[in-house]
Structures are given as C-alpha cells and as structure tokens.
C-alpha cells in the first residue's frame, strides 16, 4: 500500500514558477515508477510527466517539455514537479500517482497507476 501527499501548489502569475512536492508513505517508494497527471475544469485527466524508480528515465507531455522537470529522491520518498514558465493553460489540480514495478520504465497513462494523491490546485492567473 502506498499513500501519496501532494503540496506546492497555489496561484502564480504567468511566467512564474511553482515547485509540487509528493510525499510517498511505505517502504516501497524506491521500487515506485511515478507520474505527474493534471486535470482542468470540464476536461479529462492527462499526463504531463513521469519518471522510473530509479529516477534514470523521464518522460514529459509535449506541452510542458522544456517547462516543467520531475525528480525524484528516494531517500526523502518524494518526486517533485518543477514548473517554469507557467501558462494559464497549465492551471488545473495536479495529482501524482505511484506504480510498484520491478521495471525502470515509466508509464504515460493514467491507467498504468494504482496508488493517487488527492491533488493540489495550481493557477495560473494575472
């Protein structure tokens, strides 16, 4: 069982930067390929970025690539999201999610994950 905790989020003004934090519980943390997934009001969930249990390989949405960084650090059992550049297109709640995997891959759907965070609303307004 893994239980994921959100934070970092709030109201930032277009082109500024915000840095989300998930904190994973259980020991299970280092064998854990996690996502980033946002949701906007009256749209479907999506991916914006993931990253393996070793923190090797990372994957990114096309429309954040070159904004947004996840890492990770194994020892604090936390992945981070570093945001830049932030558009007003970016504001919607932004959960993390948690896949236990022997594998160093990561994972781009939504369904790929099993454990969820509650989310955190991120906005991105002038």
């Known amino acids: 069982q893994v239980q994921l905790a959100e934070s970092g989020g709030g109201l930032v003004h277009p082109g500024g930067s915000l840095r989300l934090s998930c904190a994973a519980s259980?020991?299970?943390?280092?064998?854990?390929?996690m996502g980033w997934f946002r949701q906007a009001p009256d749209k479907e969930r999506e991916f914006v970025a993931a990253?393996?249990?070793?923190?090797?390989?990372?994957a990114y949405a096309d429309s954040v690539k070159g904004r947004f960084t996840i890492s990770r650090d194994n020892a604090k059992n936390t992945v981070y999201l570093q945001m830049s550049n932030l558009k007003p297109e970016d504001t919607a709640v932004y959960y993390c999610?948690?896949?236990?995997?022997?594998?160093?891959?990561?994972?781009?759907?939504?369904?790929?994950?099993?454990?969820w965070g509650q989310g955190t609303q991120v906005t991105v307004s002038s």
């Open positions: 999610a948690a896949r236990i995997t022997p594998y160093y891959s990561v994972y781009r759907t939504s369904n790929d994950y099993r454990y």
């Open positions: 259980g020991r299970t943390f280092s064998s854990a390929a």
């Open positions: 990253i393996s249990s070793s923190g090797g390989s990372t």
